[in-house]
């Protein structure tokens, strides 16, 4: 009979320990704080460990809709992106390789947004750790963003990024494990796609809600294109930004986080929802006051009335 290595008893009595959570995790309740402790223990125990093998994907959604615990959020995301695994495969440091490259163009380009970026999202605003400040989230920001750039040659930096990349790098407080979310972001949820040259993703998109329009909102679809605006100008930066440009943080955290589960379907259920609940008032406003309206007062005044939650949800699309 083989012997098992000491690892793989490991892996074995942790495989165990899932069997025999399986009943609890099974049920349509949303994830309490101890069960995400659990997994999250699971998963920092064996690489190729996938949540959603054991939680729903469902049951995963109602909790998101509930919310998180802020002090695991950042380690649930790691578990969510599947950081080890997209780790794993590649050399044990690339990412300070990434780091040390020269790249001056990017590097320029780079530190002018992340100044901006941390204006509108200071590092100290995280409740986990107080002691974080702007600046040391700046230079940490810089990293994973120029480590980005030199990984991925095709995209390099591109605005939009900035933002993405602070909102993980805010929770998760470790710059490497943030550099492997984006690429996984990027990558496994086929996100890069808004960012390349052509902007292929972002086409798909607003493609896809210009028909929207015309079917479920003809009213909506009349006004815009009486004022003169195109959905691409009218939405664009919900899909290059996340929302996280438009909204208050713990907002646009919330929005984020779903996001990583159900990638681009959870921004349309947003935008969509925004629609059910303020397509008439949308038909009302023109010019500046129109364009304003859509950049950022809509999300917030949904949100305001109608709670993030409602708005998470959306409908049936």
């Known amino acids: 009979m083989k012997t098992l290595s000491t690892s793989q008893k490991k892996k074995v009595d942790i495989e165990s320990q899932i069997d025999s959570e399986m009943p609890k995790y099974a049920n349509t309740s949303i994830v309490t ?64 390789k990434l780091i040390d490259l020269d790249n001056p163009e990017e590097e320029h380009r780079i530190q002018k947004d992340v100044t901006r970026t941390f204006t509108n999202y200071p590092m100290t605003e995280n409740k986990v750790d107080h002691s974080w400040d702007t600046e040391k989230g700046q230079s940490m920001l810089f990293n994973v963003l120029l480590a980005f750039a030199n990984y991925d040659t095709q995209i390099g930096y591109v605005q939009g990024l900035n933002y993405v990349a602070a909102m993980l790098l805010m929770h998760i407080q ?10 996984y972001l990027l990558n496994r949820k086929n996100w890069r796609r808004i960012y390349t040259e052509d902007m292929p993703k972002l086409m798909e998109l607003i493609d896809e809600v210009e028909q929207k329009l015309i079917v479920d909102y003809p009213d909506v679809d009349k006004h815009l294109r009486d004022s003169d605006f195109t959905v691409g100008a009218a939405f664009s930066p919900i899909f290059i930004t996340l929302y996280i440009y438009q909204i208050d943080h713990a907002y646009a955290m919330r929005i984020f986080e779903m996001f990583i589960l159900d990638g681009e379907q959870a921004l349309l259920r947003v935008l969509y929802r925004m629609l059910d609940l303020k397509g008439k008032k949308l038909c009302t ?26 708005i998470l949800d959306g409908m049936n699309m």
């Open 285 to 310: 406003l023109e010019e500046v006051e129109l364009m304003m309206y859509l950049r950022t007062d809509i999300i917030n005044e949904c949100i305001q009335e109608h709670g993030i939650a409602s």
């Open 174 to 183: 470790d710059e490497e494990k943030t550099f492997w979310c984006l690429t």
């Open 33 to 96: 704080e101890r069960e995400w402790r659990k997994l999250v223990g699971m998963y920092n125990a064996i690489l190729d460990f996938d949540p959603l093998q054991i939680v729903s994907k469902e049951r995963v959604r109602k909790s998101l809709l509930v919310g998180l615990p802020d002090s695991l959020r950042g380690e649930i995301w790691c578990m969510l992106c599947r950081v080890q695994r997209e780790k794993s495969m590649h050399s044990p440091e690339i990412y300070a």
